[in-house]
């Protein structure tokens, strides 16, 4: 799933509506409705998801990016 449109980040607030765990996964139904889902379980209805979707916002990159390290 990739971000598709210009859509504010996600915060460590935004919850998945599956589990409760913190959502990576925003995806703006084409219906008009809005579904979060955490990393697992946006990748687990991922194909569904692209049926209905209009946009589908995927930050969960961030689960595996390096942190930034102050090397001073």
Do not use: W
Request: hydrophobic share 40%; aromatic share 2%.
């Amino acid at each position: 799933m990739n971000a598709l449109l210009d859509t504010p980040a996600l915060t460590a607030a935004e919850r998945c509506d599956r589990c409760g765990a913190q959502a990576y996964v925003r995806v703006l139904l084409a219906s008009g409705g809005e579904l979060l889902f955490c990393a697992h379980h946006g990748r687990e209805h991922a194909d569904k998801l692209r049926q209905v979707a209009a946009e589908i916002h995927d930050e969960s990159d961030r689960l595996t990016a390096s942190p930034t390290v102050d090397a001073r």
